[in-house]
């Protein structure tokens, strides 16, 4: 089993698949996912909490 490796800049937050990602716009950070604005969320912790959230519920939904 191959394990997620997340990328963890000074700026922003990229998934090694680059699915997901979290940079910054403006005070907020802006969630993108396959190219397309998610949500814009207040802090760097809730962006990457978001998008491990949605990562393990788009797992569990595809496994249906």
Known sequence: KREQVF????NGYVTN??????????KKFMIIHNGC?????NTYKQSVDF?????????KKSRK
């Open 7 to 10: 990328i963890c800049t000074k």
């Open 17 to 26: 698949d680059g699915m997901w990602a979290a940079v910054p716009f403006g």
């Open 37 to 41: 604005r998610v949500k814009v969320l």
């Open 51 to 59: 998008i491990n959230n949605q990562r393990k519920t788009l797992k």
